[in-house]
């Protein structure tokens, strides 16, 4: 039994060290390709010891020859290097070809895409977008189309919170916010100037690059609705005067010079207010506490009602030909005039007696005036 277990583990022992030759692969090449590195992720290390044991227990090198190529694989989706609409048909095949890759290690191997994928589109369309003008917006579209699709492929994907917390997936959704707000902006802007003609407002100044590269067109339009203001204005204020002076034409037709009235007598002015067409509204200064001829000192004196003397002279005149030149035909004037004083009648009176017979009288002089 020792004899035949030393012979087959001699037969094996050869069997097993001539494999590698007979397959035009040696040891150090194997050594080299399963060798782990520093640098080597789970999965490749996974890749490298599963080659390794398959041809170490199995005597098959075919997994040590398919390695720099299903490394490669792997590499494409962990580095970001497949297309994102190529990444779904890339995960199916890794997942065919490589037997030790299970549904947790896709998940990790999506993680990882994302990871490195993301950052270079959002450089890619950044440098587009600085790079772009107004005019050639459209040609930034496709950029910003894919990075938009990545986005929510990752935020619709189960088990990508990892990823949507990342500085770049939130430098993404800010960059494409900035996009499209200049988009519309600028197409406000082109909308405005297009319709200049229907401006009731400036252009506000615009806020982003594509609209600032406008600039020069928001100028001429704002200039446009100013000129077209100022005509309006001018011809609004034309109609105005042109009105005003019509209005001003009647009114000199219907109107007379004010006369002066101060220091004439009732009775004259009447008869100079008649012949301008003119009315009169008399009113009198209170003298009916004064004696005759004493003057009422006139911040004491009160309104009332004229006593009808037309000897009265006027003291004021309301419009005053001071303030006015003309008045309208018709219109009516109002005077104050000093009510003459009239002489204190002596007024008597007595108490009658009562019961107990105390009598005494005291007389008061009063002025009256007539109303």
């Known amino acids: 039994m020792g004899l035949v277990s030393s012979y087959l583990f001699f037969k094996a022992y050869h069997y097993i060290?001539?494999?590698?030759?007979?397959?035009?692969?040696?040891?150090?090449?194997?050594?080299?390709?399963?060798?782990?590195?520093?640098?080597?992720?789970?999965?490749?290390?996974?890749?490298?010891?599963?080659?390794f044991e398959s041809w170490l227990y199995e005597a098959n090198d075919e997994k040590v020859k398919q390695l720099p190529k299903n490394k490669k694989l792997l590499l494409e989706v962990m580095e970001g290097k497949t297309d994102v609409s190529d990444i779904d048909d890339a995960m199916d095949n890794i997942?065919?070809?490589?037997?030790?890759?299970?549904?947790?290690?896709?998940?990790?191997?999506?993680?990882?895409?994302?990871?490195?994928?993301?950052?270079?589109?959002?450089?890619?369309?950044?440098?587009?977008?600085?790079?772009?003008?107004?005019?050639?917006?459209?040609?930034?579209?496709?950029?910003?189309?894919e990075l938009l699709d990545l986005l929510n492929k990752i935020y619709n994907q189960e088990g990508m919170l990892v990823v949507t917390n990342e500085q770049s997936f939130k430098k993404s959704v800010s960059?494409?916010?900035?996009?499209?707000?200049?988009?519309?902006?600028?197409?406000?802007?082109?909308?405005?100037?297009?319709?200049?003609?229907?401006l009731v407002e400036d252009i506000p100044t615009p806020n982003t690059k594509f609209g600032m590269?406008?600039?020069?067109?928001?100028?001429?339009?704002?200039?446009?609705?100013?000129?077209?203001?100022?005509?309006?204005?001018?011809?609004?204020?034309?109609?105005e005067l042109q009105s005003n002076l019509k209005t001003n034409e009647k009114l000199i037709k219907k109107s007379v010079d004010i006369p002066d009235l101060v220091g004439m007598t009732?009775?004259?002015?009447?008869?100079?207010?008649?012949?301008?067409?003119?009315?009169?509204?008399?009113?009198?200064?209170?003298?009916?506490?004064y004696k005759n001829g004493e003057i009422v000192p006139e911040n004491i004196r009160g309104i009332e009602s004229w006593d009808g003397n037309e000897q009265d002279k006027i003291l004021k005149q309301d419009p005053s030909s001071q303030a006015y030149n003309f008045i309208i035909k018709g219109s009516t004037i109002q005077i104050i005039v000093e009510n003459q004083s009239v002489a204190k009648r002596t007024q008597s009176s007595e108490s009658s007696s009562s019961s107990t017979s105390e009598s005494s009288s005291t007389s008061e002089t009063t002025s009256s005036t007539k109303e």
Request: aromatic share 8%; glycine share 2%.
């Open 175 to 198: 960059l494409l916010d900035e996009i499209n707000d200049n988009i519309i902006e600028a197409n406000k802007i082109k909308d405005l100037v297009y319709s200049y003609d229907n």
């Open 17 to 51: 060290n001539d494999i590698p030759e007979a397959q035009n692969i040696t040891q150090a090449e194997i050594y080299s390709l399963t060798r782990i590195e520093d640098t080597d992720t789970r999965l490749i290390r996974a890749l490298k010891n599963n080659a």
């Open 213 to 239: 590269e406008l600039g020069k067109y928001i100028d001429e339009a704002n200039s446009y609705l100013e000129s077209k203001t100022m005509v309006e204005e001018f011809e609004r204020k034309y109609s």
């Open 95 to 145: 997942k065919k070809r490589l037997d030790i890759i299970e549904d947790v290690d896709i998940e990790e191997l999506y993680i990882l895409y994302y990871k490195n994928r993301l950052p270079k589109q959002y450089d890619e369309l950044l440098d587009a977008f600085r790079k772009s003008t107004v005019t050639d917006a459209e040609e930034m579209s496709k950029d910003a189309q």
């Open 266 to 289: 009732v009775r004259e002015a009447k008869q100079e207010m008649n012949q301008l067409n003119l009315s009169l509204s008399i009113q009198g200064y209170t003298n009916t506490k």
